[in-house]
């Protein structure tokens, strides 16, 4: 069976000795020192200022708003993982939507302008499958109208923009570390917090609100990373440069054989990528349907990423709708994507798409 993912698991012997040392110090969680050390390892690593570990992407997000103090309405993209739209709900925060363009798959700048009123606070874009957003045109409109921007940045971890990180755009990037992401901790999530001074309400935030033993300056919550889980990315860390040449290869390979048979999104100009993804773009959804099919069969399981569009979910109100994402959603497909992914087994799918295409 060939899955969409497949979680990288790092060198088992070099985590057993970093579980060994927990073991041996006693401290397994609450800030202790394996999350200081990747802190300072991943800041170096991706180029950003302060980074903020915390216990997933989710939670990246909610602390994001709340470091912010983000009310009322935010702009965001119906075109991607649930947790985007989610997040904002339940932090009692109402997305409005801009649709997205249909060959970046990410939030049109156009569209979200039409969007703005005197109740928005937050434009929360994706960078969807790592490609980065039009950064220099969002972080424009948000400067004109007072707005803060939180980039859910999910898929976008050590992507560069016009030669620097990527993460530093915006008022916050978040990231997540989950095991189906290319850079993982088991489960985990981070904070690019580019304005120094909210570093520290956000530290107070991801635990309980606290301080120090007698003062609770904020009202927080428990989004905290633990030992095992920061020994896992300081593992990951040591082979990040390997995993990426390999999803490299992969990408590659997609890329030569599909290119011209199948639509491929298109790349923003100023953005490097990191292959977390490969979605092809489908004629239509029978055209979608009839290759997830011929796949299915030979146990290959694309994944409709992403499905639905999040302009069709019960709890969002007013009702919206977004056309292209709706569109985009019935007829993309994500296939399989991972280092350990053989030539073989890749020119197995390509083939049956092949077959199915000529078909
Ligand atoms: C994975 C993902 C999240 C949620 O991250 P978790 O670590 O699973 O909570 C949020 N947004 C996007 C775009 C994602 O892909």
Known sequence: MINVTKTYLPNKKKYQKYVDEIYANGWITNNGPMVKELEKRLAKYLGVQNIILVSNGTSALEIAYRTLDIKGFAITTPFSFVATTSSLVTNGIKPIFADIDAKTLNIDPEKIEEQITPNTSAIVPVHVFGNACDVVAIDKIAKKHDLKVIYDAAHAFDV????????????????????TKLFHTIEGGALIINDDTLVEKARYLINFGIENAESIPELGTNAKMNEFEAAMGLCMLDEIEEVLEKRKNVDDIYHKELVGLVSLTTQNPHSTKNYGYFPIILKDEDERLKIQKALNEKQIFPRRYFYPSLDTLYYIEPKQKCEISRTIS??????????????????????TIKIKMDA
């Open 330 to 351: 019935n007829k993309i497909l994500v296939l399989p994507m991972y280092p350990e992914l053989s030539e073989e087994e890749q020119y197995h799918i390509i083939e």
């Open 160 to 179: 560069k923009f016009k030669g620097e990180s990527l993460l530093n755009y915006g008022d916050i990037s978040t990231l997540s570390f989950h095991a």
